[in-house]
């Protein structure tokens, strides 16, 4: 199986909500049950919306592309941007452990992609930050 | 996605219904925002209906948690299905709220 969808959005955050069914019509093709789906939107919207609110400086416009392959092995997803340098895959770890008073109200976006994804890979390709997302297809969550 | 605020019983409860992703997420901000007067009043978040929340929404969640609790209010989780119960574990918040 070979399948690929693209799309481009701008760094606004009310563009969520379009990734949400972009990723919805991904998983089905691939196969997903909703429960997966579900965990795998809530990955893509944490990369995505971490481009949307950082990459490009406040009251600049930019996009971010996101490029969805599917083999009979694996779904990626390819999140890239032309903004500031960033990776985040170098982000501390947070402590699921701590009480409500302790706890930070930030870090939650990465730990739910490592959660969630099985590989996460930042290169900085071009000028671009490419972010890669990847899910192996025989694990629904 | 859209929320109501009701009095019963001495709770303040509010439903939760459709997608709380980081588009609503600015909006259900300030529609939790009668929640914070909750001296008193334990607080129920009715999920039944909510179908999704990102980390912008699990923060307004851990928010209210941390203005209520030194109040005394309780803060309950009621109705909320298999799938976000399984968020709500990947992010250690499950330890955090009681549930109903």
């Given at each position: ?37 579900l ?103 | 996605m859209k929320t109501t ?8 409860v509010m439903y939760f219904e459709g997608r709380l992703?980081?588009?609503a997420?600015?909006?259900t901000?300030?529609?939790m925002?009668?929640l ?7 607080i129920i978040l009715d999920c039944t209906n909510l179908e999704y929340i990102s980390?912008?929404g699990l923060?307004l969640f851990?928010?209210l ?10 803060i309950y989780i009621r109705g909320i299905n298999e799938d976000l119960r399984q968020v709500f574990a990947?992010?250690?918040f499950i330890?955090?709220f009681e549930f109903k």
């Open positions: 199986m070979q399948y690929q969808r693209h799309i481009t959005l701008p760094n606004d955050v009310q563009a969520t909500t379009e990734l949400g069914m972009f990723v919805d019509e991904v998983c089905e093709n691939v196969g997903f049950d909703m429960s997966t789906a965990k795998l939107n809530l990955a893509i919207e944490e990369a995505v919306v971490n481009v949307m609110s950082y990459a490009y400086p406040a009251g600049t416009k930019g996009d971010v592309d996101i490029d969805a392959e599917a083999t009979n092995e694996q779904l990626k997803f390819v999140i890239s941007d032309s903004g500031t340098p960033f990776d985040p895959t170098t982000k501390g770890e947070v402590d699921t452990t701590l009480s409500a008073e302790e706890r930070g109200i930030g870090g939650l976006g990465i730990h739910l992609i490592r959660q969630i994804m099985d590989t996460i890979n930042y290169e900085r390709v071009d000028g671009k930050n490419v972010l890669t997302l990847s899910k192996n297809l025989t694990k629904n969550l | 605020f009701k009095e019963e019983d001495n709770y303040f992703d980081t588009a997420s600015a909006q901000e300030e529609d925002k009668p914070y007067d909750c001296s008193g009043h334990d980390s912008s923060r851990l928010a948690l941390k203005t209520a609790k030194p109040k005394g209010s309780h990947m992010t250690g330890n955090l």
